[in-house]
Antibody, heavy 120, light 106 residues
Framework: QVQLVESGGGEVQPGRSLRLSCVVS????????MHWVRQAPGKGLEWVAV????????YYVDSVKGRFTISRDNSKNTLYLEMNSLRAEDTAVYYC?????????????WGQGTLVTVSS | DIQMTQSPSTLSASVGDRVTITCRAS??????LAWFQQKPGKAPKLLIY???SLESGVPSRFSGSGSGTEFTLTISSLQPDDFATYYC????????FGQGTKVEIK
């Protein structure tokens, strides 16, 4: 069955960096785009970033452009989110999710999430 | 950017009630709309895609309709397991979520 497992979350000081990982199984990772979506405590869902199936296209929400980088290693079935210059407002549970297509579809499978807390 | 607006923000209902949640897009998104259910501490779960297509394994009491800028999610007979928060999301141009609708026990 399809599984997505995030890791790498934790507490970090403002201005520091963190890298999240999402290891997937149960499907051909290299055939699907992948997303990161976040949810601040008690708030709604916010789409963060997407990477196409082959890594050639990447898009970000304006609030993280220039600070976050999405990447993937298809040989390791792993999705990454490199987060730099972290701010208090980046505090959230971060979910990885599979796109139904190579890019531009709906999000059909989700991981359980990893909590990132930015605090001094 | 496309904005998504859900109404109501909170809905109080009883088991067996018919429930309707509305989602409006700031510009036409054709039928590129999905609906998700989320329970506390859990990941969102896909219910509906392409506005009205039921995801495999989702009970038939859930249905979606609409196109262009106005969409609805309907639960025909609310069950105890359905008390949750529901989100719409457009995928016509990038991806944007509505702010969510919490379905509470009346």
């Amino acid at each position: 069955q399809v599984q997505l497992v995030e890791s790498g979350g934790g507490e970090v000081q403002p201005g520091r960096s963190l890298r999240l990982s999402c290891v997937v199984s149960g499907f051909t990772f290299s055939s699907y785009a992948m997303h990161w979506v976040r949810q601040a405590p008690g708030k709604g869902l916010e789409w963060v970033a997407v990477i196409s199936y082959d890594g050639s296209n990447k898009y970000y929400v304006d609030s993280v452009k220039g600070r976050f980088t999405i990447s993937r290693d298809n040989s390791k079935n792993t999705l990454y989110l490199e987060m730099n210059s972290l701010r208090a407002e980046d505090t959230a549970v971060y979910y990885c999710a599979r796109d139904s297509l190579q890019l531009g579809g709906y999000l059909d499978y989700w991981g359980q999430g990893t909590l990132v807390t930015v605090s001094s | 950017d496309i904005q998504m607006t859900q109404s109501p923000s909170t809905l109080s209902a009883s088991v067996g009630d018919r429930v309707t949640i509305t989602c409006r897009a700031s510009q036409s998104i054709s039928s590129w709309l999905a609906w998700f259910q989320q329970k506390p501490g859990k990941a969102p779960k896909l219910l509906i895609y392409k506005a009205s297509s039921l995801e495999s394994g989702v009970p038939s009491r859930f249905s979606g309709s609409g196109s262009g800028t106005e969409f609805t999610l309907t639960i025909s007979s609310l069950q105890p397991d359905d008390f949750a928060t529901y989100y719409c999301q457009q995928y016509n141009s990038f991806w944007t979520f509505g702010q969510g609708t919490k379905v509470e026990i009346k």
